[in-house]
């Protein structure tokens, strides 16, 4: 196949979220969530296919109210923990192929990063092919090192990297590790390499990095404060 071959964003938005309930069809800065991911994968251009994921009927109302198509609702199983992303992929996949669409790429958008850019997602893809791998994450600078963390139990601490002790901040070696995290805001995954693996932790792993404010990741109420003030006072026009 020519890389990508039939490429298919997939956008996985639950209805339920223990942490932050409903967050998928809350309104951030005067939008969803949802329609967030669905307007900049649309601009995108890349895809033969945009499809949602769901078990709930308002999200996949709100997905149709974007025109984007949701012919299978997802199992109320795949809803809930300890189900992941993973597995509503692989089912997305088997059940665009019992339709009769085959894909060679998977993009998956997550609602939880509004702010990632056109550019991001693009950019992701042109990173993908140019690397030969067959998985890519978007990721962020950790703004903190967790190799300075300390581990507390029972009221006292203890190094969690001893090595790195005191040899982190202003004291840092030039042989410091970069250290990222992967802010869902974009992933591509070789369909075939994916389904043999079961997950999109595969190796070796492209990487293609945003800037902190554009890897605001929404999982808590905490952080959708976060991202009301990034909208309002870091990227308001």
């Known amino acids: 196949m020519t890389r990508p071959g039939r490429v298919l964003c997939l956008i996985p938005a639950k209805g339920g979220s223990v942490r932050l309930p409903r967050k998928n069809v809350r309104k951030l800065a005067g939008k969803t969530l949802l329609e967030r991911t669905v307007e900049c994968a649309n601009a995108a251009g890349l895809f033969q296919r945009i499809s ?13 109210r974007l025109g984007v198509e949701v012919p299978f609702m997802r199992p109320d199983h795949l809803a809930r923990d300890p189900a992941g992303v993973v597995d509503v992929c692989l089912h997305a996949l088997d059940e665009w192929e019992l339709r009769g669409e085959v894909y060679d790429t998977l ?5 939880t990063s509004p702010f990632r850019r056109v550019i991001d997602v693009t950019g992701s893809m042109e990173r993908y092919l140019q690397s030969g791998v067959e998985f890519l994450m978007s990721v ?30 202003a004291k840092a070696p030039a042989n410091l590790p970069v250290l990222v995290r992967a802010n869902g805001a974009v992933t591509i995954v070789d369909v075939v390499r994916f389904r043999q693996e079961r997950n999109y932790y595969g190796y070796p792993l492209a990487a293609y ?5 554009y890897s ?6 905490k952080d959708f404060a976060m991202a009301e003030w990034v909208a309002e006072h870091v990227l308001k026009p």
Not at 52 to 64: F, G, L, N, P
Not at 209 to 213: A, G, S
């Open 52 to 64: 949602v994921s769901t078990e709930d009927e308002e999200v996949a109302a709100e997905a149709r």
């Open 140 to 169: 962020g600078r950790e703004e903190h090192s967790p190799l300075s963390s300390l581990i507390m139990k029972d009221g006292l601490l203890q190094p969690l990297h001893p090595e790195w002790l005191n040899r982190t901040g």
């Open 107 to 111: 993009v998956i958008l997550l609602p």
């Open 209 to 213: 990095e945003m800037p902190w404010e």
């Open 216 to 221: 605001v990741d929404v999982d808590t109420e």
